[in-house]
């Protein structure tokens, strides 16, 4: 108490000052109405300013769950696509009553480790064998491809993305169809080298670059890229360069495709090659 | 120093009755209106206590916007200058202090001092005052270009009075 008489004598100056300013102020907004509005208009803007970021920041912090919640529902999408689906084209035997069986499912998956700096680049992924992940699944991103499972563990799993230069992929040019074989060189993480299209073939700078569906791994039809330059090497064959639609710099969520027709696919091609 | 008081006491009334019956009627140019009122703050003597100065200020500020309708404007304004007065006096104070039995008049310390000591208090009165009467910052160069020009009529007014009327 003594202290704060004190206190209060000490600053009397400044405190009588802030009370009768403070006095003035009010009779000055409760008096004129123009002064009013303004306060009161200005209280209210900052007030809806204010609100208006909280909810934004409170929208931004649900991101997460609502990016979740929108991979789970396009892989639902996916799996109910055209492409995830085979013909059963058999006039006498009618399946199901339905033209279609599903062929593709696509599971969801995030970038759980990343690299694009090596040569032999290798992503990890946090869906495994417990959640239906086999070695040799393809793997793709929105923008385009990303790679092939390589290892599964219970959780886990590594795909080798095309940025690591063990990979090939069969690709063709979605315009004219001709197929070649895209590989990393190694250097740039944007651009891959698309080879063995031939000489005949028409091919024009922008053409798009998507999977062939001749392996069992991906379907037809997923983007790789666009063709940005081409040479002919050899005489025969063109050596094109593809800028990669996917950005493996800044990759978060994936899609594993499970292909059911794989075996069939693969057993039979194993039996023409032992012959 | 009997006579202090009195004369402060008809220097105030003096000072509002001609601001607001002529002053304030008078607007140079459109829109240039010298606030001299402040005048009475000005001139107090040295020794006047702090808490005098805020509450005089405040009463004089309230007289003025009794008169013209704007309440709680011209007080405010006056109140922070009246807040400012004991920094700038004793920032523009002589070496051995104010000499007892004098007044802050161009009489005593010149005009050189009683210049920059008007000047600082009017301006900063002027533009409290002004920014306070439009109360947005839209066009804030015009606002401050009228302070600054009203404040410059108010100090030559100010500077005048001491050569015609306070001499002594």
């Given at each position: 108490m003594h202290n704060l008489i004190r206190f209060i004598l000490k600053h009397h100056f400044i405190l009588l000052f802030v009370i009768i300013q403070t006095f003035s102020l009010t009779l000055m907004f409760q008096h004129n109405n123009f002064h009013k509005s303004v306060a009161v208009n200005a209280v209210r803007s900052v007030k809806g300013a204010v609100n208006k970021r909280i909810f934004n920041f409170k929208e931004y912090m649900k991101l997460r769950e609502i990016n979740e919640k929108l991979i789970y529902e396009n892989s639902k999408l996916r799996n109910q696509l055209m492409n995830s689906f085979f013909q059963?084209?058999?006039?006498?035997v009618i399946e199901f009553d339905s033209v279609y069986k599903k062929q593709y499912r696509y599971i969801s998956a995030k970038i759980a480790d990343n690299s694009?700096?090596?040569?032999?680049n290798f992503i990890t992924i946090d869906k495994g064998k417990i959640h239906g992940v086999e070695t040799e699944m393809g793997v793709v991103s929105t923008d385009g491809i990303v790679g092939i499972v390589t290892g599964v563990s219970d959780h886990f799993s590594t795909v080798m993305p095309?940025?690591?230069?063990?990979l090939r992929i069969s690709a063709?040019?979605?315009?004219?169809g001709f197929f070649g074989s895209l590989f990393w060189?190694?250097?740039?993480?944007g651009k891959a080298s698309l080879i063995?299209?031939?000489?005949?073939a028409e091919l024009n700078e922008g053409d798009n670059i998507v999977t062939?569906?001749?392996?069992?791994i991906f379907p037809e039809g997923i983007r790789i890229g666009t063709i940005t330059g081409y040479e002919i090497e050899g005489g025969n064959f063109y050596n094109a360069t593809v800028e990669l639609s996917t950005d493996f710099q800044n990759l978060s969520h994936v899609y594993v495709i499970v292909n059911y027709l794989r075996e069939e696919q693969s057993e039979l091609e194993n039996i023409n090659l032992n012959d | 120093m009997i006579e202090v008081l009195p004369r402060n006491i008809m220097r105030f009334i003096t000072l509002v009755i001609f601001q607001v019956f002529i002053l304030n009627n008078i607007q140079f140019l459109g829109y240039i209106n010298p606030y001299i009122y402040v005048l009475f703050i000005l001139l107090?003597?040295?020794?006047?206590?702090k808490w005098f100065l805020l509450v005089a200020a405040f009463t004089l500020g309230i007289a003025i916007d009794l008169f013209s309708h704007t309440p709680g404007l011209h007080s405010s304004a006056t109140v922070f200058m009246a807040f400012l007065r004991p920094f700038v006096l004793s920032h523009f104070a002589p070496r051995d202090g104010y000499e007892p039995?004098?007044?802050?008049r161009i009489h005593y310390y010149g005009f050189s001092w009683f210049f920059k000591y008007a000047s600082i208090l009017i301006v900063s009165h002027h533009l409290i005052l002004f920014f306070m009467e439009v109360f947005?910052?839209?066009n804030p160069f015009f606002t401050l270009w009228r302070a600054l020009l009203s404040s410059g009529f108010s100090i030559l007014l100010v500077v005048l009075s001491q050569y015609f009327i306070y001499r002594r």
């Amino acid at each position: 108490m003594h202290n704060l008489i004190r206190f209060i004598l000490k600053h009397h100056f400044i405190l009588l000052f802030v009370i009768i300013q403070t006095f003035s102020l009010t009779l000055m907004f409760q008096h004129n109405n123009f002064h009013k509005s303004v306060a009161v208009n200005a209280v209210r803007s900052v007030k809806g300013a204010v609100n208006k970021r909280i909810f934004n920041f409170k929208e931004y912090m649900k991101l997460r769950e609502i990016n979740e919640k929108l991979i789970y529902e396009n892989s639902k999408l996916r799996n109910q696509l055209m492409n995830s689906f085979f013909q059963v084209k058999a006039d006498t035997v009618i399946e199901f009553d339905s033209v279609y069986k599903k062929q593709y499912r696509y599971i969801s998956a995030k970038i759980a480790d990343n690299s694009t700096n090596k040569q032999h680049n290798f992503i990890t992924i946090d869906k495994g064998k417990i959640h239906g992940v086999e070695t040799e699944m393809g793997v793709v991103s929105t923008d385009g491809i990303v790679g092939i499972v390589t290892g599964v563990s219970d959780h886990f799993s590594t795909v080798m993305p095309i940025l690591n230069i063990n990979l090939r992929i069969s690709a063709k040019i979605e315009e004219s169809g001709f197929f070649g074989s895209l590989f990393w060189n190694g250097r740039d993480p944007g651009k891959a080298s698309l080879i063995d299209i031939p000489h005949h073939a028409e091919l024009n700078e922008g053409d798009n670059i998507v999977t062939s569906g001749y392996s069992a791994i991906f379907p037809e039809g997923i983007r790789i890229g666009t063709i940005t330059g081409y040479e002919i090497e050899g005489g025969n064959f063109y050596n094109a360069t593809v800028e990669l639609s996917t950005d493996f710099q800044n990759l978060s969520h994936v899609y594993v495709i499970v292909n059911y027709l794989r075996e069939e696919q693969s057993e039979l091609e194993n039996i023409n090659l032992n012959d | 120093m009997i006579e202090v008081l009195p004369r402060n006491i008809m220097r105030f009334i003096t000072l509002v009755i001609f601001q607001v019956f002529i002053l304030n009627n008078i607007q140079f140019l459109g829109y240039i209106n010298p606030y001299i009122y402040v005048l009475f703050i000005l001139l107090l003597p040295f020794e006047t206590p702090k808490w005098f100065l805020l509450v005089a200020a405040f009463t004089l500020g309230i007289a003025i916007d009794l008169f013209s309708h704007t309440p709680g404007l011209h007080s405010s304004a006056t109140v922070f200058m009246a807040f400012l007065r004991p920094f700038v006096l004793s920032h523009f104070a002589p070496r051995d202090g104010y000499e007892p039995g004098t007044f802050p008049r161009i009489h005593y310390y010149g005009f050189s001092w009683f210049f920059k000591y008007a000047s600082i208090l009017i301006v900063s009165h002027h533009l409290i005052l002004f920014f306070m009467e439009v109360f947005h910052f839209h066009n804030p160069f015009f606002t401050l270009w009228r302070a600054l020009l009203s404040s410059g009529f108010s100090i030559l007014l100010v500077v005048l009075s001491q050569y015609f009327i306070y001499r002594r």
